[in-house]
DNA sequence: CACTGTGAACCCGTTCACAGCA
DNA sequence: TGCTGTGAACGGGTTCACAGTG
């Protein structure tokens, strides 16, 4: 690793998941061709973005690329890989088993990139006990020992906006590392947990808003 | 309206909702009391933001507020509510009837911010005829026909990454004004048509990044 | 006195432009 | 020659600090 990673735009690190599924889909479509490697220019046009960005986001982590040449494929996709942690395997629980739940359950997405569900946890009593594509549903009590006793390293909330915090707060009694949170709730929790918000109605209400103009 | 919405923020109007969020949980919470305002470093302490930047992020707007009192929680809400656009009703099409599809549809804040579900559209066989959570499943093939006909002016596309582009241009050719994409695939589309992306894997890999520091 | 509205200063990310190298 | 890596310039968003006002 090149520095620290300390002066790192944060949005950069967004930006190096979408090159690397640039570089996935490269890999997909051009399997008779193999192209051995790609330019600044092109990720940028595949992507939308400003080839310099480009250059400058994997400069931060390493000289990656050959002057006149370009990127090598392989390679760029192994660093991205190791820098965005896509190499190691990462134990999650999913806290809410409705249906937003159930679509981050059966993502494909995750399995790929070495997310494993370990378990689903709801406070509903005929949901407890049952499955949901294969993975467990367990007591909302229990969420605290298990992230404890297996190592869970993240959590997607997934529950009412009324019970976010008291859930996000078990978890960190668990010892959870980090937190992706879909509800419109605030949750607020010691700063070495790392809290991320997805909010829908968000991204809806920006679309209204220049509709709206 | 204040200025013309132009040297705005972008960011601004995320939060934006944010705040209005925060504004319809006072309205919940505080039921009885019923504070009549509220002071941006309230605000600020509820979300998790700045209280400059709360008041910066009003002030583009107009002067909603009373220098020693703060703002009317209620004029506040109505004013946000107006320039969101959430006082109007919006038709939406969800392109993709899976899992994702499905926690869209039953989403309760869709309906609670004016987002009207009229359609959502497949390419299975099976599922096209039926219903999911009382919105009926139309064939992807007259997704176009239905956004010109119906007036829809938004689309969510939740299908797979190798079709979105295909689904986008359809729902490009009926007219559609904007699109959440929840796809990982870059939609390139005229730029008079708003884009927005959601993409999972990227909120993950935040995560994992930042534990693997 | 408390709190808003806002110009100015600051900070940070983006883009430019070019030196450096295969 | 073609493309990377990067210092410098730029631009835009955040924060400060305070004047203005109920």
Redesign the interface.
């Known amino acids: 690793m090149k520095q620290n ?1 300390k002066n790192i735009p ?1 949005i950069t ?2 930006r ?3 090159y690397y ?1 640039c570089l996935e889909k490269l890999g997909e479509i051009e399997g008779k061709k193999k192209l051995k490697t790609i330019s600044s220019f092109k990720i940028a046009e ?3 973005m400003n080839p310099a960005q480009v250059r400058k986001d994997l400069a931060y982590f390493g000289e990656f690329g050959k002057r006149g040449i370009g990127y090598p494929i392989d390679n760029l996709g192994r660093e991205l890989r190791k ?4 190499d ?1 395997e ?1 134990s ?1 629980v999913i806290a809410g088993a ?3 739940g ?3 359950v ?2 494909k ?2 399995k790929k ?1 070495g ?1 494993n569900v370990r378990g689903i946890f709801d406070n509903s009593p005929v949901l407890i006990g049952k499955k949901m594509g294969n993975i467990l549903i367990y007591d909302i009590n229990e969420i605290e020992k298990f992230i404890q006793t297996e190592n869970v ?2 959590g997607v909330l997934v529950v009412t906006a009324h019970s976010a915090q008291e859930v996000a707060d078990k978890m960190a009694q668990g010892g959870i ?2 937190i ?1 949170n879909f509800t ?1 709730t ?1 949750i ?1 929790l010691p700063s070495d947990i ?1 809290i ?1 918000n ?16």
Chains 1, 2 share one sequence.
């Open positions: 990673r944060s690190i967004n190096l998941s979408i599924r595949m992507t939308g820098i965005l942690g896509l190691k990462w999650i409705g249906n937003l159930k679509a981050l059966d993502y997405g995750f990139r997310f390293s993240i590392k980090a992706l419109p605030h607020k790392k991320h997805v909010d829908l109605s968000i991204e809806l209400e920006r679309l209204t808003y220049y509709l709206n103009m």
